[in-house]
């Protein structure tokens, strides 16, 4: 691993290198000799000591033998004034101070770890003594006229002896300074001799990175006679290898270039890491990736999962047969679009030799359009073969319901029915009315068979609920009803009728273990357009829920998810009746998960003016998003 903080350059590196080691060497030296020194200093204070506390004893024994014990306080002043003693005192046999050399004897005592000292003091010889808190000692007897009369203490100023280890430590450290300068300076005046023959190297070889074309500052001066010389002689004959490879080289690759760049298709080359090395704009257009971020990354990164992982098992397919694929369909689905897109790929292997295979070229056609037309067509012609068949069922059922219509009226008319079965033949005339709407509106779904006229709403959601009773009931499915009984609105009843059935049959259809159906419906306005007024229906479920691929494809014709039992035309018909009708709808489903219930609410808003009925149709605003089902409460 490279250190940053290192230099880069060969005569700062000599020169950091150079100093480092001399600093290491004077460090390890100076703490060589500040051990050797500590132990000689400590030696001479202990001497000093011993012989300091030896004197004052003598002194003290002297001027005792004289009955001169005035000279005792003299001699402890003296020898307290000495550079090297801090303190100086004389105590009695029992260690109770008598003669101090600053201060009163009444304010000294021995500590405890004085005292412990004295018995120590065997035969008569000086002695010292460390304490805690680095403080030195000299103890010494004092005897004379034959007994002991006391004992001389002498404590070290241990400032003094620091004092002699710094200047000892100042002295290296100067000398250590002034010998790494000289030194660095001898490394600066030799590496100049080094550096600048590599300087201009360097500068040469940023010279034709920066402009490969440029022959401006070659062939470079050759400045010294040894290995670096050599060096730059190689490089000079290197560029102008180069230069003569390059001008054969340019006119091949801007031909290629061209090709490249202009060619109506996507072109892409790939190593054996399956990384892209190469790729044309229309490739990158396809991609919807800057063209810049494709080179080094891989298939995975830059396209979808599912496509990437089949196209690299077709490129290194092709380095191991070494044959070309053909004809390679790849389907996917942009992140930012709902809208599929259809590949055809071709892959070959470009080699730069005989037996080696380096790249992997391949060529992408969009055919998405194509399959889209392909689509339609095979759309409309369902819904041509759905018409034709749709207008044949609708002739077919006239007749009969004819027959059922004057049957029903004949009932209710001259039969003399009482109740219920008077309502329930009303219920089944209304009924047979609401199936010939439907035909009519099979054969002419963009021609209006009837009138738009004012309807009420609560008749028309009762009316579904009563056709789904029995169903409702034989589910288990519980029924919540908000809705006013006055409300009214401006629209083709049979229409509306139509999609309030097809919302409660899906929700039906998705409770399949019970639940809870919730329908309301309440005036409103438009969200997007507040001043115009409306009634905003809404139906809800706590069914199986769908997700987010579901959610896109529910207004496509044909698109169902109840297999054998479904057409995939209901909610279709009922997108298309509410476009006519200029009306919104939202759609909110969440699928089971956990700690959270599935369910789906269609929330429908249809105006209420009947100057829009006037006005050609324009596209129904449909939102179909995800986010948590919110059941309204009743």
């Known amino acids: 691993m490279t250190l940053r903080w290192w230099p880069r350059s060969i005569r700062w590196q000599m020169l950091a290198g150079l100093v480092l080691v001399e600093a290491l060497s004077i460090v390890l030296f100076a703490a060589l000799l500040i051990r050797q020194q500590t132990r000689a200093v400590y030696r001479r204070a202990e001497h000093r000591l011993s012989h300091q506390a030896n004197s004052v004893a003598l002194q003290i024994k002297e001027a005792l033998e ?16 000495a550079p090297s003693v801090a303190f100086v005192k004389v105590t009695d046999p029992a260690g109770n101070v008598l003669y101090v050399s600053q201060g009163e004897p009444e304010q000294v005592s021995l500590d405890p770890a004085e005292r412990a000292q004295i018995p120590r003091i065997t035969r008569g010889e000086p002695r010292v003594f460390r304490f805690a808190g680095d403080r030195w000692e000299g103890l010494a007897p004092i005897n004379a006229g034959g007994r002991l009369r006391g004992y001389a203490w002498v404590e070290s100023d241990r400032a003094w002896d620091h004092e002699q280890l710094d200047s000892i430590l100042r002295a290296t450290v100067i000398f250590g300074a002034v010998w790494i300068a000289a030194s660095a300076l001898l490394v600066l005046l030799m590496a100049h001799s080094i550096s600048r023959p590599l300087d201009l190297l360097l500068r040469g070889t940023r010279s034709l990175m920066d402009s490969p ?5 070659f062939p470079l001066p050759v400045p010294a006679h040894n290995e670096i010389g050599d060096l730059i002689e190689a490089f000079n ?32 080359f790939l190593d054996r890491g ?55 369909e790849l389907t996917g689905r942009p992140i930012d679009s709902h809208r599929p897109w259809t590949w055809l790929t071709s892959a070959y292997p470009v080699r730069t030799g005989p037996q080696e295979v380096r790249w992997v070229g391949v060529i992408v056609l969009d055919a998405s359009e194509r399959k889209r037309s392909e689509e339609t067509l095979r759309k409309t012609e369902k819904l041509a073969a759905t018409g034709r068949l749709a207008a044949s069922i609708a002739h077919e059922i006239n007749n009969p319901l004819e027959a059922i219509t004057n049957l029903l009226f004949l009932m209710r008319n001259f039969c003399a029915l009482e109740e219920p079965a008077l309502g329930y033949v ?15 509106q099979t054969l002419r779904f963009y021609r209006q068979s009837t009138l738009p006229a004012r309807a009420s709403m609560s008749e028309l959601i009762d009316s579904v609920l009563t056709l789904y009773n029995g169903k409702l009931n034989t589910l288990g499915i519980q029924v919540e009803c908000d809705y006013e009984a006055t409300m009214d609105l401006f629209c083709f009843a049979g229409e509306v009728r139509q999609v309030l059935a097809n919302l409660v049959a899906n929700s039906i259809d998705a409770m399949a273990d019970g639940g809870r159906l919730v329908v309301r419906a309440r005036h409103s306005h438009n969200r997007r357009n507040p001043a115009q007024a409306g009634v905003r229906f809404a139906i809800a479920d706590t069914g199986c829920g769908m997700d987010a691929t579901v959610r896109q494809r ?18 279709w018909v009922s997108y298309e009746i509410i476009r006519k009708s200029r009306g919104i709808v939202h759609v909110r489903s969440r699928p089971a998960a956990v700690g959270r219930p599935p369910g789906t ?13 006037a006005l050609e149709p324009k596209p129904v605003e449909a939102a179909a998003k995800a986010a948590e089902p919110k059941v309204m409460q009743g």
């Open 601 to 613: 609410v269609f929330e429908i808003f249809l105006p209420d003016d009947a100057t829009l009925f």
């Open 237 to 268: 004959r290197m560029v102008a290898s180069l230069e003569e490879q390059r001008s054969g080289l340019n006119d091949t690759l801007s031909l290629l270039d061209s090709m490249l760049a202009n060619a109506p298709i996507g072109l892409a």
């Open 66 to 81: 004289q009955d001169r014990p005035v000279w005792v306080g003299y001699s402890v002043r003296m020898m307290g004034e």
């Open 274 to 328: 399956c990384r892209f090395v190469r790729v044309n704009q229309v490739f990158a257009g396809m991609t919807g990736v800057p063209l810049g971020r494709h080179l080094g990354s891989t298939l995975s990164e830059v396209l979808p999962q599912p496509v990437a992982q089949q196209l690299e098992e077709t490129v290194l397919r092709v380095f191991a047969d070494e044959a070309a694929v053909r004809d390679l």
């Open 213 to 217: 074309e440029g022959q401006g500052h």
């Open 554 to 571: 529910i207004f496509e014709p044909f698109f169902t998810t109840k297999e054998v039992t479904g057409t995939g035309l209901g909610l």
């Open 426 to 440: 009303a219920m089944a005339e209304h009924e047979a009315r609401r199936i010939s709407e439907i035909t009519q």
